[in-house]
């Protein structure tokens, strides 16, 4: 069993950044690849990235690349979310998962593992 809590969401102006943290308990971190979805108000849950546990692999949806990066701490069980350049669109629910999948078979539609309860990050123009 895997417990994530998500930290650090807040309000942000446009082309501000935000770091957001997801805490995991337990003693299997490094096993699971780690990834960050989001819902916007009205919309479904999308994929935002993710790494893999122990090699650092990165994969990101095509909308935050450039401008989102993650990045874990498998001595901390911490994964973070640092997002930059952040845009009104990028205003949602934003929430942390485990899975033990690759990095590109979390972005594509699945049954996740674990999820976090979510924090909510709000961009203002």
């Known amino acids: 069993q895997v417990q994530l809590v998500e930290s650090g969401g807040g309000l942000v102006q446009a082309g501000g950044s935000l770091r957001l943290s997801c805490a995991a308990s337990?003693?299997?971190?490094?096993?699971?690849?780690m990834g960050w979805f989001r819902q916007a108000p009205g919309k479904e849950r999308e994929f935002v990235g993710s790494i893999s546990g122990s090699s650092g692999n990165t994969y990101y949806a095509d909308s935050v690349k450039a401008r989102f990066t993650i990045s874990r701490d498998n001595a901390k069980n911490t994964v973070f979310l640092q997002m930059n350049s952040l845009k009104p669109e990028d205003t949602a629910v934003y929430y942390c998962?485990?899975?033990?999948?690759?990095?590109?078979?979390?972005?594509?539609?699945?049954?996740?593992?674990?999820w976090g309860q979510g924090t909510q990050v709000t961009v203002s123009s």
């Open positions: 998962a485990a899975d033990r999948t690759t990095p590109q078979g979390m972005g594509v539609p699945r049954l996740i593992d674990y």
């Open positions: 337990g003693r299997t971190f490094s096993r699971y690849t």
